[in-house]
């Protein structure tokens, strides 16, 4: 029987990358496009350069191997988070949360409550940041209970899968701070995922504020993305994202001899576009998007290793070795690329 390699740890990101991708996100920041590339923009690239730095030094502090000055670092991010990142949301409307006046886009507010999980699960968090952890959730609490799968982008841009990381944050804040009414809302949260999954068409990309269908196809970006965030929070439905996302858009395109993965963004024998979520489509229609978000979202399922391994074999032979030696030069990339080889649940 051949066994998967075992699953990389923080300890294969060296301190010295790290830090300098941190210069560069709270410096100069991360430029609001993929790949350096003027025609993929990505308004959101400051919060997610922000939020997945942070996730990934609290995952190394589980770990057992922190950074030095880990609680400072944490707090750096945060700060940023709640200030220039919020620029692309801030048109579509805001409220105050412990004396912070936030968007009220749930990508937002989701990736900054997971953020402030990470540092309550790492025993990082001060009376500040446990503060807007406690208001944050119960402000997803109330917005939740008027309407389930609410807006990224003002009213009518609802992406069913934008939900996944504040549903994980509702679930932490529930489990981490005892809270049964923000562990409910998460799990209300997850079941409407659930939902729109069992659709006939599948997960739809996009739905209305009744859920109704938009875009209806499913997207392996999409799935990924929710399978991820899901299983950080250690919810078994987790599965029912990443399972299809693996079936249905995953494949070994060298042949099952050769251990290289990659995913389609698109359903098998559909040619959908590119955009800036799915990043470039290469070789038939595989995603360097949905390649990469499917690292974190194999990585985090045990059933999933061996995609896992060879998703990373792919993704050295398609040179992210020289992303990853300049962090500071494609800052999102490298991000994205650490978080997903070191995701663990929280």
């Known amino acids: 029987m051949v066994h998967p ?6 300890r294969s990101v060296s301190v010295e990358s790290l830090e300098a991708l941190e210069r560069r996100i709270l410096g100069k920041g991360c430029r609001p496009r993929l790949l350096g590339d003027k025609g993929r923009g990505f308004i959101e690239a400051q919060l997610l350069c922000d939020a997945h730095l942070s996730f990934i030094l609290v995952q190394a502090a589980l770990d057992g191997r922190p950074l ?18 919020q620029a692309p949301f801030k048109p579509h409307g805001g409220r105050a949360a412990a004396g912070h006046p936030l968007p009220l886009s749930v990508l937002y507010r989701g990736y900054v409550l997971l ?4 540092m309550e699960r790492a025993g990082m968090a001060d009376e500040a940041s446990t503060a807007l952890f406690d208001a944050l959730a119960a402000q997803l609490v109330e917005a939740l209970s008027r309407q389930l799968v609410l807006p990224s982008f003002g009213k009518s841009a609802i992406w069913p899968c934008d939900s996944a990381p504040a549903a994980a944050g509702l679930l932490l804040h529930g489990r981490l701070r005892g809270n049964a009414e923000s562990r409910a809302a998460g799990e209300r949260l997850v079941a409407r995922l659930v939902e729109l ?34 299983a950080m ?44 979520a799915s990043g470039p489509l290469v070789h038939g229609g595989y995603s360097i998007g949905a390649s990469a978000l499917a690292i974190a979202a194999t990585r985090l399922s045990d059933k999933h290793s061996q995609w896992h391994a060879h998703l990373l074999n792919a993704a050295r032979e398609m040179g992210i070795g020289s992303t ?18 070191t995701a663990r649940p929280w």
Request: charged share 25%; aromatic share 8%.
């Open 233 to 276: 929070a250690s919810h078994p439905a987790a599965r029912t994202f990443t399972d299809t996302l693996v079936d249905d858009y995953c494949d070994r395109p060298a042949g099952d001899l050769l251990p290289f993965a990659a995913c389609r963004e698109w359903p098998r024998g559909m040619k959908g576009r590119e955009d800036s």
């Open 115 to 118: 953020m402030l999980a990470g």
């Open 5 to 10: 390699p075992p699953k990389p740890t923080t």
């Open 197 to 230: 999954a069992a659709l006939p068409t599948g997960f739809p990309a996009k739905v209305d504020a009744k859920g109704r269908p938009v875009e209806p196809t499913p997207r392996a970006t999409t799935l990924a993305w929710t399978g991820a965030f899901l």
């Open 68 to 85: 030095p000055e880990t609680p400072r670092r944490l707090k750096s991010l945060l700060a940023d988070a709640l200030g220039r990142a």
């Open 324 to 341: 990853l030696e300049n962090p500071g030069h494609y800052p999102l990339e490298a991000a994205l690329y650490w978080w997903g080889t």
